[in-house]
């Protein structure tokens, strides 16, 4: 069976004009879905460098990242765009989401880049449809502006997955919301892969990593199983 992303001795390096940084220092690691994988580890010890790497949003400077069996270093910067706006959906703390755009063009987003070529109809369905699956329909017209930090959070979590992607990378999704948003997100995250996708979790609630399927331990920039 081919692994859906495997990643093969793969380290990252800055440099500047005094310091070399090892971000990442040969990592091994093996994702399929369906599952909830937390990646936990200290400030700086390389989490967001390595869910980065996973997501094509950033190169590895040695080592090899295969997806779906194929080694993406062979693929054109067009092609990685493609494959990372199919396969991935991204979350994140500060929501990234367009304050003065309302909620259906906040999450159209990723179908304006979509293959499908959608029409603005077929967009909204699209973004009705996927607001339903998590409760807020009603929310389509409403401005980014005027909601609650969890709400955001939901909205964001909607944009993620109106691509309908394998991989939902959520890098701190909790960190600046309450008990109670947190574990509609944790449920929420949770859903997704109960529909068989793949939930990475970058956090530094150890009780929302304990709740996972897996936990990784990262120290300046090697990975321990945990």
């Known amino acids: 069976m081919t692994n859906l992303i495997e990643l ?135 401005k980014v502006s005027k909601l609650s930090g969890g709400e955001r959070q939901r909205i964001s979590i909607a944009r993620a997955i109106v691509n309908n992607p394998q991989v939902i990378i959520a890098d701190e999704p909790t960190g600046s919301l309450d008990e109670h948003n947190s574990k509609i997100i944790y449920d929420l995250l949770r859903s997704f892969v109960d529909s068989g996708k793949l939930v990475i979790l970058v956090t530094h609630n150890m009780a929302l990593a304990e709740k996972s399927d897996r936990i990784l331990f990262l120290k300046n920039g090697k990975l321990n199983l945990e």
Request: charge should be neutral.
């Open 8 to 142: 093969i001795n793969v380290s990252k390096v800055y440099k500047d004009s005094n310091q070399i940084i090892h971000a990442l220092q040969g990592v091994d690691l093996t994702l399929n879905n369906p599952e909830m994988l937390a990646i936990i580890g200290p400030s700086g010890c390389g989490k967001s460098t390595l869910v980065n790497i996973i997501g094509l949003l950033l190169e590895p400077s040695s080592g090899t990242l295969k997806i779906h069996g194929d080694d993406i270093s062979n693929l054109s910067e067009q092609q990685k765009a493609k494959l990372r706006n199919k396969l991935f959906g991204y979350v994140t703390q500060d929501f990234a989401l367009i304050e003065d755009y309302t909620v259906f063009h906040n999450i159209r987003i990723p179908l304006m880049f979509s293959e499908s070529k959608l029409s603005r109809k077929q967009q909204r369905e699209s973004v009705i449809s996927t607001l339903s699956s998590i409760g807020m329909e009603d929310y389509i017209d409403r």
